[in-house]
């Protein structure tokens, strides 16, 4: 079973910059997809970015440009960096893995197709 652990977050002011970890165990083939939703009060849960085994990465336009996904294929963790923050960057964010295949279009921009997650991490910008 996969586990993701996360780690980072926390609170910052507008403009500035923060870094979040997912350190990811239990994959049982080298096809996988992984990404970040977040999730804000009374809001639903949104798609961020996401990057597979082949190296491809995608985001949500409203992050485009500012934040940048990247993947350790050695060891399958995964990191946000996020900059530029904004005060609607403000959310729990999540780490997800689909275990099974490489990210799909269309697809793995659902959090339905994800079955294992972290805890969930909390990103705060203030002005």
């Known amino acids: 079973q996969v586990q993701l652990l996360e780690s980072g977050g926390g609170s910052v002011e507008t403009g500035g910059s923060l870094r979040l970890s997912c350190a990811a165990s239990?994959?049982?083939?080298?096809?996988?997809?992984m990404a970040w939703f977040r999730q804000a009060p009374g809001r639903e849960r949104e798609w961020v970015a996401s990057v597979g085994n082949d190296g491809y990465k995608r985001y949500a336009d409203s992050v485009k440009g500012r934040f940048a996904v990247s993947l350790d294929s050695t060891d399958k963790s995964l990191s946000l960096q996020m900059n530029s923050l904004k005060r609607e960057d403000t959310a729990m964010y999540y780490c997800?893995?689909?275990?099974?295949?490489?990210?799909?279009?269309?697809?793995?921009?659902?959090?339905?197709?994800?079955?294992?997650w972290g805890q969930g991490n909390q990103v705060t910008v203030s002005s």
């Open positions: 239990g994959y049982p083939s080298d096809s996988y997809c």
């Open positions: 997800a893995a689909d275990p099974r295949r490489t990210c799909w279009p269309g697809v793995h921009d659902h959090q339905s197709s994800f079955d294992s």
